[in-house]
């Protein structure tokens, strides 16, 4: 279920998922950091701003986004560590933040030059991938030894369940 009736963190999906939504959330924390804490945000020793672009506010835009970062790697972690059943709802948020991050960043708005920063490379394999989590999110496998498929690949193949 996409957007669940109670936080009851029941979450009944793929049992691995909310150890990667814990790992993605770690991903979004980095650049958090650097973008919030780094003496210039990471705009010119990472991103490849030159400073001539008006480095105060080039600055100031970069730990304005690292704590909106900040606050979104939390709440993925948060997520991912207690409130399970919001797992899909947030990994369908990350889904359309880096497919607008990829869009703006590589064919409505890129930078001049030929430099990008990391992130822009990043979101070419976040959005299939999250894409692909966002599925396997909804599925339901069963988890009891009640169910017909369950039972089949149980006595079938043993050595291969979790």
């Not at 957007?3 to 991903?27: A, D, E, I, K, S």
């Not at 989590?133 to 069963?142: E, I, Q, V």
């Amino acid at each position: 279920m996409l957007f669940p009736v109670t936080t009851n963190n029941r979450y009944t999906g793929l049992r691995w998922l909310p150890y990667v939504l814990l790992l993605l959330g770690m991903g979004e924390l980095i650049p958090s950091l650097i973008h919030g804490f780094a003496p210039d945000g990471g705009a010119f020793s990472i991103a490849g701003i030159a400073p001539s672009a008006g480095r105060v506010q080039i600055i100031g835009i970069f730990a304005w986004a690292g704590a909106t970062q900040l606050v979104w790697a939390l709440t993925i972690m948060a997520v991912a560590l207690r409130y399970r059943d919001f797992i899909p709802a947030v990994l369908l948020l990350m889904l359309i933040e880096k497919s607008i991050i990829a869009l703006n960043g590589w064919l409505l708005k890129p930078a001049p030059g030929t430099h990008h920063p990391p992130a822009l490379y990043i979101v070419l394999l976040a959005v299939p991938i999250l894409g692909t989590l966002l599925l396997a999110s909804l599925a339901n496998p069963p988890r009891t030894p009640e169910s017909k498929v369950f039972c089949f690949f149980f006595q079938k193949r043993k050595r291969f369940l979790f």
